[in-house]
């Protein structure tokens, strides 16, 4: 794969909580990657009946055909996308890795937590100067490509009420993520073991509940860091973090950028 070859970066972005319509109309000129992380998906292409799922799935849109997707009234979901365009694209497009006009274009992303770190470190990436220009961020767009054609086959079901349960307890953990969370506890609330309460939340919510809290820590952070001016230690403390160094360590690892860069660029 040539990687000097014209790549374009034309949008992205990465939210956690999003409500109502996300898209309606057509994508003139570029290609994208959308993703559902989490929560309730409706999707119509081309004037399809519109069908709704839950939970990690993705869908490639690109020129032609009308696409209609976001949250059905009164639900929101974890909302990822990365739109790009250029010579490179019809090399992916020739070589079967960007697959269009799919009978079915939703594809259950089952490894879930490994596509969204990808996902997440070529948004950060591409969000940086200079970036978009980087080879890594063409070798990550195509893992991510590849990872979608490489997707293994039905996820495990989850009954009625757990995922009602779980569902609420996801809202519950975005809006009080500093609360002292014991899932061991919210397992026996359910009257299922740990394990598989963490097997069933991942299928829920797109991750495992201790990295589902960590990341909900991190954004809550990512707030005050922008908006306060309490120092980084503090902030780690606040938002239950045993000590700076871990945090930092932590919020690099996931933001791309150490907190006081966060600071300065907020």
Known sequence: MKYYEKL????HGDIPVSQGISHTGSFRGYYGIQYNHSGPLTLSRGGEPPVTVEGPYAFITYPGPDFSYGAPPGKYRHHCFIC?????????????????????????VIHSERFYSVFHKL??????????LQPR?????????LQLQEQPGARIKVNAFC???????????????????????EAKRLS???????RLFREVAGCAPNQFLIEARL???????ENGVLPVAEVAHRCGFPDEFYFSRLFKKHRMISPSSRRKSG
């Open 123 to 132: 948004h950060q990436l591409i969000g940086q100067p200079g970036g978009a």
């Open 84 to 108: 790009f365009s250029g010579t490179l694209i019809r090399r992916f497009i020739a070589g079967g890795m960007l697959e269009l006009n799919r009978k079915n274009p939703l594809i259950q």
């Open 137 to 145: 961020a063409a070798w990550m767009l195509e893992d991510l490509l």
């Open 192 to 198: 299922i073991s740990y394990s598989h309460f963490r």
């Open 8 to 11: 374009i970066f034309n949008t």
């Open 163 to 185: 995922e009602h349960e779980l569902l609420l307890l996801r809202e519950k953990i975005i809006s009080r993520p500093l609360q002292n969370w014991s899932f061991e506890d």
């Open 219 to 225: 954004s809550y952070a990512e707030g005050m860091l």
